[in-house]
């Protein structure tokens, strides 16, 4: 037999350590789930989540079928349309969301209710899409119209690309295919969700209606779902329970 140096032993116990660590972590299980994100929207938003879905597809852990579909429909009309399809489709998703802005829709707070009756998740944006792609690089503290968003959101993504490449240059439209990667690479995810929550909680302590909820976005909620499979399918076990539950 070989005699190995102290080199070589040190390595194989480095090694051997390694792979008792592995062995002790728990396994994850692999997770399969289906996503219906329908969009009011038919460039920003779905151009954002099939770029997060193929991020997604590259993990070997869990299984994501996520079906964007840009609808180009406001409110209501949005929800009802889903709803149908769901319907007399006889489709099955693990999750189904709705995805839209408040713009100037007045039957914005009817829609979110509307979502709730169908048991349809809501992710909705006071007043625009652009603000939980803003929120990836500054607080937004003040009530916000959609053109100041565009403007804000352009300013900073040109400000970072600036910082890469002086001479880089950058217009915001709503036809940008790579607004993921922007946000995402020059931004911070992790601060648009903390942002995100601190704007729910002011809106929660504010007691107004949605449409009155300036600046607010529930968009995270649906990123958080799909960035954390084998906490989401948790989540829909114990909603089945529960409604399991009120029906005996």
Known sequence: MKKLSLEEIVKEEELHAQRIEQESQPKKRFVKLTFLIAT??????????????KELEKSNRFSIDISVQGKGKPTTTLVNKVY????????????IWVVFDRDEFSDFDEAIQQSADYKINCAWSNESFELWLLLHFKDVSEHTNRKDLCNLLEAAIRNELHKIDPNT???????????YEHVTKLGSETDAFAR??????????????PS?????????????????????????????????????
């Open 40 to 53: 009011e929207g038919t460039q920003t938003e779905p151009n954002y989540f099939n770029a997060l879905k």
């Open 84 to 95: 149908r399809q769901i319907e007399y489709n006889h489709q099955e998703y693990d999750r």
């Open 169 to 179: 240059l950058y217009d915001y439209s709503k036809g940008d295919s790579e607004i």
């Open 196 to 209: 995100a929550e601190t704007l729910k909680n002011k809106s929660k302590e504010s007691s107004n209606a």
């Open 212 to 248: 009155a909820q300036n600046p607010c976005t529930h968009v995270d909620e649906l990123v958080f779902e799909l960035r954390h499979p084998e906490l989401t399918a948790e989540k829909i076990k114990d909603e089945e329970k529960a409604n399991a539950q009120k029906t005996t």
